[in-house]
């Protein structure tokens, strides 16, 4: 159960470092790089950008959920 926890934890703190990472940055930095730039050609806050937030939320919730679990089992 542990080594379980740890990996799902492991995966999930990894897909939120890339969600973090491909938000539309409020100037120019790493976001720019996943192509942020390129959509504020075509009309800024799109829906893409909405699904990345939702996406964000779950995943962040998931990988709080995965912290708790994993410390009431290892105590």
Do not use: P
Not at 22 to 49: M, Q
Not at 54 to 67: E, H, P, Q, Y
Request: hydrophobic residues 55%; proline residues 0%.
């Amino acid at each position: 159960m542990k080594l379980a926890l740890s990996i799902l934890l492991v995966i999930t703190s990894v897909i939120m470092i890339l969600l973090v990472l491909l938000h539309k940055g409020k100037g120019s930095g790493l976001s720019d790089l996943f192509g942020g730039g390129i959509s504020t050609n075509y009309g800024g806050s799109s829906v893409v950008e909405r699904n990345l937030d939702r996406i964000t939320i779950v995943a962040g919730g998931l990988w709080f959920a995965l912290v708790v679990a994993l410390s009431l089992v290892l105590k």
